[in-house]
């Protein structure tokens, strides 16, 4: 059993606080996912439990196990790092094969092991190759590899996908997500990219300066993000948010009035909604405001308005055609509404 607990962490170098009271529980088998900004603290969160960084406060427990004094090597771990870390004299065999040599598994047990982790990743017909001879998504796998022969009870992943190419990033993300469904092993993913978060975790840890915004499932911090941050964090495009008033239930701003909102917010607000959850319309609705930009994505066009001091997306058909300028109407169901606290950013509205 691999649970993972983390008990009022943080990490401090003097007078920088790097993370502050991290409290979290993983489950045996999860895969998590720390995510936010460069800087938020994920990195460094990982490295502690890792042990490349020491524990300032708190307590970071692994299978029930204290791990603030033991040494990364004794906390039954592996990692996969954003550089891939190859020997570059070394075959692809002796590349996985080395973590079995240094913590001296018995050599009889070397070639079963390296050939079923090379298989795992599709490497089998590439083990006599140097890294030299491989593509970036070849050495990523000859890295996940390295990880999987040790058989370790937990996954740690920092940013692995970021030296890949677009195409590459979403065959390897897919493939990474199989691994962990097959091995079962608990999992804690680094990343910045929120697409790889709602693609591959079980629960997403969102983190800015230090300090965790909110931890659930891809679809609850999706609809039900905790602040402005999550909500501008997550989703692509990112949520809208448009500041305005709320006085009896309906919000204004310029360019749009919305009513049927929850009431007792009375005062300065922000407003949010997704791209996908507005439709444009030729009557006059709840944002009436001229086009800024219409871009084309192939599978949809995404339209920006000025709305108040804002700029906003609104998601329409493919083939959508409008000119910068031109005047058009959006319907906005106060349902697929979200209301923000104005100065601390935090969400007013309930959960849906």
Not at 73 to 97: C, H, T, W
Not at 203 to 215: A, D, L, P
Not at 318 to 347: N, W
């Amino acid at each position: 059993m691999a649970e993972i607990s983390m008990k009022n962490v943080s990490k401090r170098w003097g007078r920088v606080e790097g993370v502050k009271d991290f409290d979290l529980e993983i489950a045996d088998r999860e895969f998590l996912v720390l995510l936010g900004p460069s800087g938020c603290g994920k990195t460094t969160t990982m490295r502690m439990i890792a042990g490349l960084e020491d524990v300032t406060e708190g307590q970071i427990v692994i299978g029930g196990r204290v791990v603030n004094d033991l040494e990364p090597k004794d906390r039954d771990i592996a990692m996969v790092f954003q550089s891939y870390g190859l020997y570059p004299n070394l075959s692809v065999y002796e590349n996985i094969r080395f973590p079995l040599k240094v913590r001296k598994i018995p050599a009889a047990e070397h070639d079963e092991r390296v050939r079923r982790a090379a298989e795992m990743v599709d490497l089998t017909a590439l083990l006599d190759r140097r890294p030299a001879e491989l593509s970036g998504g070849q050495r990523q796998r000859v890295a996940l590899a390295r990880a999987i022969v040790r058989e370790p009870t937990v996954f740690l992943m920092d940013e692995p996908l970021s030296n890949l190419d677009a195409k590459l990033r979403v065959s390897t993300r897919a493939q990474i997500k199989n691994l962990q469904h097959r091995l079962k092993t608990t999992t804690i993913y680094v990343t910045h990219d929120q697409i790889e978060a709602m693609t591959l975790a079980d629960r997403v840890v969102v983190m800015s300066g230090g300090i965790i915004q909110q931890v659930g499932t891809p679809t609850q911090i999706y609809d039900n993000p905790a602040n402005t941050f999550v909500a501008s964090f997550i989703g692509s495009p990112a949520m809208n948010l448009v500041s305005g008033r709320i006085a009896g239930g309906v919000f204004e701003a310029e360019n749009i009035r919305v009513a049927g909102l929850p009431t007792g917010h009375d005062g300065p607000v922000t407003l949010g909604f997704r791209a996908e959850d507005v439709t444009l319309t030729p009557q006059a609705a709840e944002i009436s405001a001229p086009v800024y930009a219409l871009e084309l994505l192939g599978d949809a066009s995404m339209v920006a308005l000025r709305v108040g001091e804002d700029l906003v997306n609104i998601k329409a058909a493919k083939d959508y055609r409008a000119q910068i300028g031109d005047s058009v109407h959006v319907t906005l169901p106060a349902g697929v509404c979200h209301l923000f606290d104005a100065e601390t950013g935090a969400r007013l509205t309930p959960d849906a």
